[in-house]
């Protein structure tokens, strides 16, 4: 019997070639996307749920309370993992690890700039199930000097031997002990080796002792919490921690700082800790929800063409099903006779979808950085997933034109008093019009309000110069050599400044600690220091308020040949932070005098800057500290002419090179750098317009193909109003009239939830847009357009048709 019904359904199926087009077209597009999004969700909630301790593993983190308000950080002191093996020794399994963004790898004159270096103890590969290939990490990581490869590493330096030296940071070698496999996409922590954890050496930081509990850099503590314990029950346990391991002059600084913990179910998902532990950032989680109701919108869209269209058909079925019902057929079977025709129209539609799906995938995963893949065989949920949105696109299409045309009165079809107002479910097509209309006018309007915050982005000054700046990385912080690579770009006549610090204004390169206004203060806040030479200020454009900026006897009274007392520090404040400190004006801080966290050092306030962000519009700008320390100083700024860049860098990486020949040359400009930080953002903004369009694409099918029919059912009554006298515009007016009015209800009803639903977006921005009242008309009036060329692309055709010809047989 089954058989039989898609059979006929088949049949049924070419019969109506048109109406079957427009419906696989637009379940195609809706099914697509509904995939996609699926496949983009499951992506995401798949991070780290390949480890076997997935359940049990928690990071330690820590919380600081203060003035400025709460900061949270993944990353903890160094001997917490040490002092927390000593404390809860019936934990076996703990682990600490320390990240390195990139680092210079050599294997004799082979240099590569190699990303994600993670440096690990001898337990990491037993807290974490990352595949050993061959070694011991066991015994290999407990020694200094060892590193593992992954797989792919080993292939690029080694030319795939499993066992060598590599040069390390140009200055200390490393015995390749271990290949281990590359890590999954799915990861939270991404490497591409892994140190030693006895091999990491103060310098890196340098020169703070990693043994210091006021040192919180990159350093992350996991553990496995056994079966008989609870997270309540390791958390008492860290509350002892600052009276019991922090100096006694220590612990008045960090009297509001407490350990926390986190598990590893939420790493992924929890977007409040102020660093990134690793390579791989987590994201929003309510970004998944918003994405998962867009896909069941747009599939419903698509859905309610389907019903709109075989409703609409009611009239051309109604024979066929009167002849079959006084044939003896029930409406049961009727029922699950159309089912059987939406099922295959469906099972089309999801065919056609995994193909094209396959096709873009190779540009989403580039577009959105991510490792998405269809595979049914080995991705069992993508296979259910797939069954069940057939079985829902089926019912939901098919159920209630089922349910409508098996239902028909067989007396009444036969005598033809069955009429398209009465039998199609004009009201309810009405009703799924509008709903198709109020979905695209929302993500219409979000769309606009997006495109304006992404304008504002582009458009507001962020209180410094990022046009034409090179930033380069310094290999190490040696200042003769600093020097003279100052010399040698100087000389380059297209350079106009150079400036070497920590990092341009918006780098993650800063530190952050606590500062005051004297040491009696018991007052204490966070701030955000950042080491720069006298250059920076004229490099970068950051304006001067009250004061001085910093010259070349700061810098020289600072010097690395200088013993730490001998040395003489001034303090650059920005606006926030003469806020913070209760000063009423610029003027008022200059010549007093603060203590930081940076070796306790106190200093005068020599000058005062004007705010500038530090970070993206996201986060309100935070008190910063500028001051001299070339121990620090790993970024070249360089102000270059715009004129001849290609040329100009070329001179840059010469200089470079004859400075640092023994290592690697790389640049980026600031520009872009800042641009990054709004990727996120950009790609979301993309999505939206993507989504929008699709949704409007789908509801124009659907509308045409209403349209359509209507105007067949209506083609005997066009030509008697032609007779009559009737103009074409009153007759496409006769068609459009009643969409328009449906429009403006569906504008009704969306224009109040796309207002609440970007008005909470908008909400996640430190600086943003004010929602304009003109992003609601254009809204209402770019759907009203589509929809009238839409309709009245058909409704012309039918009304410039011969009279004689549709009424030649009356």
């Known amino acids: 019997m089954i058989k039989n019904y898609l059979l006929l359904a088949f049949r049924n199926v070419l019969r109506n070639r048109s109406y079957t087009l427009i419906n696989v077209l637009g379940l195609t597009i809706g099914l697509t996307a509904c995939i996609i999004i699926f496949l983009l969700i499951s992506y995401e909630v798949r991070f780290d749920r390949f480890h076997k301790h997935y359940d049990n593993i928690y990071r330690i983190t820590q919380r600081t309370r203060s003035s400025s308000g709460e900061e949270l950080n993944a990353a903890t002191p160094y001997p917490v993992a040490k002092a927390f093996r000593n404390d809860f020794s019936q934990i076996p399994l703990v682990t600490q690890i320390h990240v390195q963004d990139e680092s210079l790898v050599a294997v004799g004159d082979d240099k590569r ?7 690990a103890d001898s337990l990491f590969f037993e807290v974490f199930d990352f595949k050993v290939l061959s070694g011991n990490p066991r015994i290999e990581l407990g020694e200094p000097g060892k590193v593992f490869l992954t797989r792919s590493t080993a292939d690029k330096l080694l030319k795939g031997q499993d066992h060598g030296t590599i040069r390390y940071n140009g200055v200390e070698d490393l015995e390749v002990v271990g290949i281990i ?41 996991y553990f496995v919490l056994p079966d008989n314990m609870t997270p309540e029950t390791v958390l008492k346990g860290l509350e002892g921690f600052i009276d019991k391991y922090y100096k006694k002059d220590e612990k008045e600084h960090n009297r509001n700082r407490v350990f926390e913990l986190q598990s590893l179910r939420t790493i992924h998902f929890d977007t409040q800790f102020t660093d990134h532990a690793t390579v791989t950032k987590a994201i929003d989680a309510s970004n998944l929800w918003v994405m998962g109701i867009l896909g069941i919108f747009i599939l419903m869209i698509a859905c309610v063409n389907f019903i709109n269209l075989a409703t609409a058909l009611a009239m051309r079925k109604a024979k066929e099903i009167g002849v079959r019902k006084t044939l003896g057929a029930r409406r049961r079977q009727l029922t699950l006779y159309f089912l059987g025709e939406t099922f295959l129209i469906t099972l089309i539609a999801v065919l056609i979808s995994l193909c094209i799906t396959e096709w873009t995938l190779p540009w989403l995963n580039g577009f959105l950085e991510k490792s998405l893949r269809v595979n049914l065989l080995s991705n069992g949920m993508l296979l259910v997933f797939l069954l069940v949105l057939i079985l829902f696109t089926t019912v939901f299409s098919g159920f209630y034109p089922a349910v409508i045309l098996s239902g028909f009165n067989p007396a009444t079809v036969l005598k033809s008093k069955v009429t398209a107002q009465g039998t199609s479910g004009a009201g309810v097509r009405k009703v799924l019009v509008v709903f198709q209309f109020g979905i695209a006018q929302v993500l219409i309007i979000c769309t606009l309000v997006i495109a304006g915050q992404m304008t504002y982005f582009r458009d507001k000054s962020l209180g410094f110069s990022q046009e034409a700046i090179i930033n380069v990385p310094l290999p190490k912080p040696d ?21 070497l610090s920590l990092g341009p204004p918006t780098s993650d390169n800063v530190f952050r600690t606590n500062f005051q206004r004297n040491e009696k203060s018991s007052e204490g806040y966070t701030t955000t220091v950042k080491p720069v030479d006298w250059h920076y200020l004229e ?34 404040l920005n606006e926030a932070a003469i806020r913070r400190l209760g000063f009423p004006n610029p003027q008022a801080a200059i010549g ?8 306790g050092i106190e200093a005068e306030i020599a000058g005062v800057v004007a705010d500038y962000h530090t970070t993206s519009l996201h986060e309100p700008i935070v008190p910063v ?56 953002d950009e790609r979301t903004f993309t999505l939206f317009k993507i989504f929008a369009g699709i949704s409007i694409f789908i509801g124009c099918l659907g ?33 459009t009239r009643e969409f328009i009015k449906l429009i403006l209800i569906a504008f009704a009803l969306a224009a109040p939830l796309a207002y609440f639903f970007m008005d909470n977006w908008l909400q996640g921005f430190a600086y943003r847009i004010d929602m304009p009242w003109w992003v609601f008309l254009l809204a209402v009036v770019v759907t009203l357009i589509i929809a009238l060329l839409t309709v009245g692309y058909r409704s012309i055709r039918a009304a410039v048709t011969n009279p004689a010809e549709v009424l030649a047989a009356e």
């Not at 700039?113 to 440096?119: A, H």
């Not at 990491?200 to 503590?221: N, R, V």
């Not at 007093?592 to 070796?599: A, E, K, M, R």
């Not at 209507?710 to 009737?726: D, F, H, T, Y």
């Open 625 to 680: 500290i500028m001051m001299n320390f070339p121990r620090f100083y790993y970024d070249a700024g360089i102000k270059v002419n715009s004129q001849n860049l290609s040329q100009t860098i070329a001179a840059i990486r010469t200089a470079w090179e004859s400075v640092y020949p023994d290592f690697y040359f790389e640049y980026t400009f600031l520009d872009e750098e800042v641009a990054g930080q709004y990727r996120q």
């Open 181 to 221: 496999e590359d890590p999954v996409p799915e990861s939270h922590i991404q490497f591409t080796m892994v140190i030693s954890m006895a091999s990491l050496k103060s310098d890196i930081f340098g020169g703070f002792p990693l043994d210091s509990w006021d040192m919180t850099a990159a350093g992350y503590t």
């Open 113 to 119: 700039m190699l990303k994600d270096i993670v440096y």
């Open 539 to 572: 490099t970068y454009g950051i304006k001067l308020l009250a004061g001085r900026w910093l010259n070349d006897t700061d810098e020289k009274q600072t010097g690395l040949d200088l013993p730490l007392e001998q040395r003489h520090y001034v303090y650059i």
């Open 592 to 599: 007093q005098t603060i203590i930081t966290g940076v070796y």
């Open 703 to 735: 509308l045409y193909g209403l349209i359509s029919f209507m105007a067949n059912q209506k083609l005997k009554e066009v030509g008697i109003r032609k007779v009559m006298g009737a103009s074409v515009a009153s007759i496409v007016m006769l068609f």
């Open 479 to 499: 200042v003769s050599l600093q020097a003279s690579l100052r010399t040698r770009l100087e000389a380059i006549p297209e350079v106009q400044h150079v400036s």
